[in-house]
Protein backbone atom coordinates (compact mmCIF):
# COMPACT_ATOMS: atom_id res chain seq x y z
CA UNK A 1 0.00 0.00 0.00
CA UNK A 2 1.55 3.38 -0.95
CA UNK A 3 2.49 5.83 1.77
CA UNK A 4 -0.10 8.81 2.22
CA UNK A 5 0.55 11.24 5.11
CA UNK A 6 -2.40 11.02 7.47
CA UNK A 7 -3.11 12.85 10.82
CA UNK A 8 -6.00 12.96 13.75
CA UNK A 9 -6.26 14.91 16.35
CA UNK A 10 -8.28 15.98 19.10
CA UNK A 11 -9.62 19.44 19.77
CA UNK A 12 -12.54 20.22 23.15
CA UNK A 13 -14.24 23.17 22.12
CA UNK A 14 -13.29 25.84 24.67
CA UNK A 15 -15.48 28.62 25.39
CA UNK A 16 -13.62 31.34 23.00
CA UNK A 17 -14.29 28.70 20.16
CA UNK A 18 -18.15 29.40 20.78
CA UNK A 19 -20.80 32.69 19.90
CA UNK A 20 -22.87 33.52 23.03
CA UNK A 21 -25.58 29.90 22.42
CA UNK A 22 -22.25 27.98 22.99
CA UNK A 23 -22.07 26.79 19.52
CA UNK A 24 -18.90 26.72 17.81
CA UNK A 25 -18.14 29.73 15.69
CA UNK A 26 -17.41 28.96 11.85
CA UNK A 27 -13.48 30.25 12.22
CA UNK A 28 -13.18 27.92 14.99
CA UNK A 29 -13.54 25.33 12.58
CA UNK A 30 -10.57 26.27 10.46
CA UNK A 31 -7.92 26.82 13.47
CA UNK A 32 -8.95 22.94 14.28
CA UNK A 33 -8.08 22.46 10.73
CA UNK A 34 -5.09 24.29 11.06
CA UNK A 35 -3.61 22.62 13.96
CA UNK A 36 -3.90 19.41 11.95
CA UNK A 37 -2.67 20.47 8.76
CA UNK A 38 0.46 21.69 10.62
CA UNK A 39 1.47 18.84 12.27
CA UNK A 40 0.50 17.05 8.74
CA UNK A 41 3.46 19.19 7.51
CA UNK A 42 5.50 17.80 10.12
CA UNK A 43 5.02 14.36 8.90
CA UNK A 44 5.66 15.22 5.43
CA UNK A 45 9.36 16.92 6.93
CA UNK A 46 8.37 20.40 7.47
CA UNK A 47 8.77 21.24 11.34
CA UNK A 48 8.56 24.28 12.32
CA UNK A 49 11.55 24.78 13.35
CA UNK A 50 12.86 23.59 10.12
CA UNK A 51 10.66 26.07 8.23
CA UNK A 52 12.16 28.93 10.19
CA UNK A 53 15.52 28.40 9.39
CA UNK A 54 14.96 27.28 5.18
CA UNK A 55 12.23 29.78 5.06
CA UNK A 56 10.22 27.64 3.03
CA UNK A 57 6.89 27.85 4.01
CA UNK A 58 3.27 25.58 2.82
CA UNK A 59 0.88 28.67 1.82
CA UNK A 60 -2.32 27.89 1.93
CA UNK A 61 -3.87 29.25 -1.68
CA UNK A 62 -7.69 28.41 -1.17
CA UNK A 63 -9.89 26.44 1.90
CA UNK A 64 -12.94 25.02 1.12
CA UNK A 65 -15.31 23.96 3.68
CA UNK A 66 -19.02 22.23 4.10
CA UNK A 67 -20.40 22.70 7.76
CA UNK A 68 -22.90 19.61 8.19
CA UNK A 69 -23.78 19.84 11.82
CA UNK A 70 -22.91 22.23 14.69
CA UNK A 71 -20.83 21.61 17.53
CA UNK A 72 -20.88 22.80 21.21
CA UNK A 73 -19.19 24.01 23.96
CA UNK A 74 -17.68 21.13 25.43
CA UNK A 75 -17.49 19.14 22.77
CA UNK A 76 -14.66 16.76 22.06
CA UNK A 77 -13.63 16.78 18.24
CA UNK A 78 -12.01 14.48 16.01
CA UNK A 79 -9.56 15.82 13.11
CA UNK A 80 -8.08 13.33 10.71
CA UNK A 81 -6.59 14.82 7.72
CA UNK A 82 -4.20 14.12 5.37
CA UNK A 83 -2.33 14.53 1.66
CA UNK A 84 -5.14 13.98 -0.99
CA UNK A 85 -3.60 15.11 -4.57
CA UNK A 86 -0.24 16.93 -5.94
CA UNK A 87 1.20 18.67 -8.78
CA UNK A 88 4.73 20.14 -9.70
CA UNK A 89 3.73 23.37 -7.29
CA UNK A 90 0.24 22.84 -5.90
CA UNK A 91 -1.12 20.05 -2.91
CA UNK A 92 -4.35 19.51 -1.98
CA UNK A 93 -4.71 18.05 2.10
CA UNK A 94 -8.22 16.39 2.96
CA UNK A 95 -10.25 17.19 6.98
CA UNK A 96 -13.00 15.13 8.28
CA UNK A 97 -14.20 17.30 11.41
CA UNK A 98 -16.09 14.22 13.70
CA UNK A 99 -17.64 13.87 16.96
CA UNK A 100 -16.43 10.90 18.66
CA UNK A 101 -19.11 10.58 21.09
CA UNK A 102 -22.20 10.22 18.71
CA UNK A 103 -20.17 9.76 15.34
CA UNK A 104 -21.82 12.98 14.00
CA UNK A 105 -19.91 14.74 10.82
CA UNK A 106 -19.35 18.03 12.03
CA UNK A 107 -17.48 19.30 8.52
CA UNK A 108 -15.52 18.71 5.64
CA UNK A 109 -12.36 20.69 4.37
CA UNK A 110 -10.08 21.07 1.78
CA UNK A 111 -7.07 23.17 1.27
CA UNK A 112 -5.01 23.58 -1.26
CA UNK A 113 -1.85 25.15 -0.84
CA UNK A 114 1.75 25.91 -2.40
CA UNK A 115 5.32 25.93 -1.28
CA UNK A 116 6.55 29.66 -0.81
CA UNK A 117 10.07 30.60 -0.20
CA UNK A 118 9.97 33.96 2.05
CA UNK A 119 11.70 36.42 1.18
CA UNK A 120 11.12 36.65 -1.76
CA UNK A 121 7.41 35.43 -1.52
CA UNK A 122 7.65 33.44 -4.83
CA UNK A 123 6.52 29.78 -5.24
CA UNK A 124 8.72 27.07 -5.33
CA UNK A 125 8.99 23.28 -7.33
CA UNK A 126 7.40 20.92 -4.66
CA UNK A 127 10.56 18.64 -3.10
CA UNK A 128 11.28 15.83 -6.01
CA UNK A 129 11.22 13.21 -2.94
CA UNK A 130 7.57 14.32 -3.05
CA UNK A 131 6.65 14.04 -6.19
CA UNK A 132 7.85 10.25 -6.04
CA UNK A 133 7.21 9.25 -2.69
CA UNK A 134 3.47 10.11 -3.28
CA UNK A 135 3.43 9.27 -6.77
CA UNK A 136 0.31 7.75 -6.43
CA UNK A 137 -1.49 10.63 -5.28
CA UNK A 138 -0.12 12.96 -8.45
CA UNK A 139 -1.86 10.34 -11.20
CA UNK A 140 -5.14 10.37 -9.18
CA UNK A 141 -5.14 13.52 -9.45
CA UNK A 142 -3.79 14.24 -13.59
CA UNK A 143 -6.79 11.91 -13.99
CA UNK A 144 -9.45 13.51 -11.83
CA UNK A 145 -8.52 16.49 -14.36
CA UNK A 146 -8.32 14.98 -17.37
CA UNK A 147 -11.90 13.47 -16.94
Not at 45 to 65: K, V
Not at 78 to 90: A, M, P, Q, V
Amino acid sequence: MPDTPTITTQEEVMFFDTDCGGVVHNLAYLRFIETARTRLATQMGMNLREMTQTHLFPALLRTEIDYRRAAVLGDILEITGGLESLDRLRFWCAFRITRPSDGSLIATSRQQLALVRIPPGKPERLPAEWLEKYSHLQKKHERRNQG
